[in-house]
């Protein structure tokens, strides 16, 4: 995966079903954390972080279990190209894409 540390986990939620309840409680994770979020105390600021990069690993994963179940090779990888040169020629970043 093109995606660095945020790669799909694969000991856990096997089934695309279960995968999407794990994807939906991490993101009310999020939501409590973000709700919890104080800028100024900074004592929540690791937890919602932390609680963004699950979500992004949720996310990860679904749509790695979303590749194996429709069985088309290198469809994450390719969508995240897509989505990279498109928010780059959009002007969202400037970081060369090569």
Same mark, same amino acid.
């Given at each position: 995966?093109?995606?660095?540390?945020?790669?799909?986990?694969?000991?856990?939620?096997?089934?695309?079903?279960?995968?999407?309840?794990?994807?939906?409680?991490?993101?009310?994770?999020?939501?409590?954390?973000?709700?919890?979020?104080? !800028?100024?105390?900074? %004592?929540?600021? &690791?937890?919602?972080?932390?609680? #963004?990069?699950?979500? *992004?690993?949720?996310?990860?994963?679904?749509?790695?279990?979303? !590749?194996?179940?429709? %069985?088309?090779? &290198?469809?994450?990888?390719?969508? #995240?190209?897509?989505? *990279?040169?498109?928010?780059?020629?959009?002007?969202?970043?400037?970081?060369?894409?090569?």
């Amino acid at each position: 995966m093109k995606t660095g540390l945020i790669t799909p986990v694969t000991g856990i939620d096997s089934d695309i079903e279960k995968c999407k309840e794990h994807l939906c409680n991490e993101y009310a994770e999020f939501k409590n954390a973000w709700t919890n979020w104080d !800028e100024q105390n900074g %004592k929540t600021t &690791a937890e919602l972080v932390e609680e #963004l990069v699950d979500l *992004a690993t949720s996310c990860m994963t679904l749509a790695d279990r979303v !590749e194996k179940k429709v %069985k088309i090779p &290198a469809l994450v990888d390719n969508t #995240l190209l897509m989505v *990279a040169s498109k928010n780059y020629s959009r002007g969202y970043h400037n970081n060369p894409m090569i």
